[in-house]
């Protein structure tokens, strides 16, 4: 009976073996057809299949670096072995500058921050791989320099931050990212994962402690004084380095562009195709905390040992005193999210009645944290870095607002020396998930409802711009929908007088647009603009502020995330807003 069992088990590995090695080479054969007669670089599978995490619903996500490719970027969808496979074309040019400078946002390049399995060329992608991480620890540890000029001499720094900060990060900045994130954290191939990860964030470390940038204590990562000192001398040619990259970026768009009548010949023949892709997964503070908190790996020495610097006794100090709890009284703290800063709410329990409060941390950050997000707006938005700056920016706006009648959340206390801010926490549905009901319904009579409530959105904005306030950060998820159906504006830390207005309507447009999916066409982000103008102007908004939505400056910005059709509808309507009266 053992013996049988023992052969069985034998048979079935070999048959997974070779239904493996059968699937590559289908997927080697539809890559060289994508090809054609250029030269493939190199090729891997990355995302669930590289994880082990397999099963009906598995997408096999392929990245396929090509020489001289025509166009720059492509994605393409076949179906193997009732498999999905999605295959993420690039030229080579674009591919190496992702990885040396993120080019791309490091859309492409962050591929190889997950495991991945080579199909061509391992070395070569072994090599961009290390390349590119350690780029990635080079600028974290630029930022902890320039976050702590003195201490960060002193911090110990344990490997497994740089692969946590870089998931975390990329995760919240780039939403279809979170898929792969929460794969790789799955618990079935976890441990695995993490070691195959973190063995090219050791290799980086390697050579930068060769070039003295570092050094290895104990198991725990040292910054060295001479790379302190010359982080400090090199704000001056980040300026420099921005210039640069937006030369680059308009390139990137007018090449997105130009690849558009592509994209809608593959969309209309491949729409049953794309139906069966899984959909993105929604981010909120669950999924993005499955990430385990990269400053736990960060350490202080004192006089007890080392302290990490994820501590949040300072939080939980000022909700017990201002909330009046004592010592016994059950103190609750949940991360909630924060693209570039944390947020937690704070739940109070006492004779069985519930408090919440939210509280925003304000941590100083450097250029060199922000690098992805200033590399898709440079020459559009500037953003304020500074922890204190961006407090006064919420407290300043917040008070403006609510004093002419606006729904912001009430601030409850605020604490400039720790960079905190306590607010009421609003209850209510974001304004994502109406806008979600926008795209996902067939006709306009269907959406009746949500398409008033972005009517009242956009006389918001123009109530805010007439007091001459721009907001600064304007996703639909800094919108609330509260139970009273009062519609409630938050985050303000961008957020000034004398700001550009435009900037405003084109995020929340443009963003809104990414949430629409390629094989529904347009109708409902014509419907969504058109519906916001016509609220926006009807408050008293300017024309010339929305015609402008329209112009590259503008549309460059969200080229990466949002779909080129529905940028161009967005901003065909935009522009021709002095046309017409109506629409």
Known sequence: MAVACLVLGENLAQHSKNSSQQLSREILNFCRHVAGSCEITAACTCGDYAFELTNARTQVKVLLVIRDFQPRLMNYVNIFDDKNIVVSAVDLWVFERDIDRGFLGEALASMLTFPYTPLLNKNYLHEQEVKLKKRLITELLESLVLNFPELSYEIR??????????????????PPMIQDVLGFMHRSAKKKNLESVLKGYLEALEELERENAISFSEGYVRISRKFADSVRSKKVRFVSLLKTAQKAQRTLFVSLLNIFPNIMSFISQNKETLLKLPKITEINSKTTHQIEDPQRYLHVPTASGLVPLANRIDIEAFARKMLSAKKDTKVKIEEIGGVLNDVYLIKVSRDSEERKIVVKSYKDLSNFKWFPLTLWTVGTKTFAVSGLSRLERECAINQLLYSNGFAVPKILHVSPSERLIFMEHIEGENLEKIIRKIVNSKTKTGTEKELSIISRVAEKFAKAHALNVSLGDTK???????????????????????????????????????????????????????????????????????????????????????????????????????????F
């Not at 344990?158 to 870089?166: D, R, S, V």
């Not at 629409?516 to 058109?530: N, Q, R």
Request: net charge positive.
């Open 157 to 174: 720094i344990k490997p497994e931050y740089f692969m946590y900060e870089t998931l975390l990060s990329r995760a919240r900045l780039f």
């Open 476 to 582: 639909p998820e800094n919108i609330m929908i509260g139970k009273n159906g009062e519609i409630y504006l938050l985050d303000f830390e961008q957020a000034s007088r004398n700001g550009d207005k435009t900037w405003d309507i084109a995020e929340f447009l443009y963003y809104a647009g990414h949430y629409i999916p390629p094989w529904v066409g347009t109708h409902s982000a014509e419907i969504l603009t058109k519906t916001f103008i016509e609220g926006y102007l009807k408050a008293g908004g300017d024309a010339k502020v929305v015609k402008k939505v329209g112009n590259p400056k503008y549309t460059k910005v969200f080229s990466i995330f949002t779909f080129p059709h529905i940028i161009l509808a967005i901003s065909n309507i935009c522009k021709s807003v002095d046309k017409k009266k109506e």
